[in-house]
């Protein structure tokens, strides 16, 4: 029954992602950095020339619950990134990754490939753009 299959690939696709965020938040976490926080420099260093605001940030994290003010102020106490006044409304902050934030972000991107490595290996390139687009149909309006 196709009901039945739908919702076994459901499944399938639910436990692999809680499987893999849960590895990455434990290696993120013995290197210093939780999974929201290295969401927000990612999201940072795409933009790194340009600052961005929280809500801007939050529009692209993966976790949208997630508190980015707190997460922020956590990346701002560790020199991460920088807070600006914004220019039009002084009331919104603009954030904007440093360069000890990219520097960072390099040293968490070793670990996270190093994670994701055999992961790769497993599947062909075409598994991997069918995989995409499966992905993409299901959460597409």
């Known amino acids: 029954m196709k009901e039945d299959t739908y919702f076994e690939a459901v499944h399938k696709i639910i436990t692999a ?5 849960d590895s ?17 420099l990612q999201i940072l260093s795409i933009k790194k020339d340009e600052a961005l605001t ?6 692209g994290m993966v976790q949208r619950n997630s508190n980015v003010s707190r997460i922020v102020d956590k990346l701002l106490a560790n020199g991460l990134v920088t807070r600006i006044e914004c220019a039009e409304n002084r009331r919104k902050k603009d954030i904007k990754i440093t360069k000890e934030g990219l520097e960072y972000l390099k040293e968490l991107n070793l670990v996270v490939e190093y994670y ?13 753009e069918s995989l995409k687009f499966l992905i993409s149909k299901l959460t597409s309006d």
């Not at 938040?25 to 969401?39: A, H, V």
């Not at 994701?116 to 991997?128: A, F, I, V």
Request: charged share 25%; hydrophobic share 30%; proline share 5%.
């Open 24 to 40: 990455i938040n434990r290696l993120l976490k013995s290197s210093g950095s939780t999974e929201p926080q290295y969401n927000v």
């Open 116 to 128: 994701h490595s055999p992961m790769m290996e497993k599947l062909e390139k075409k598994e991997l």
């Open 17 to 21: 992602g809680h499987m893999i965020t």
């Open 54 to 59: 929280v809500d801007q940030i939050q529009d």
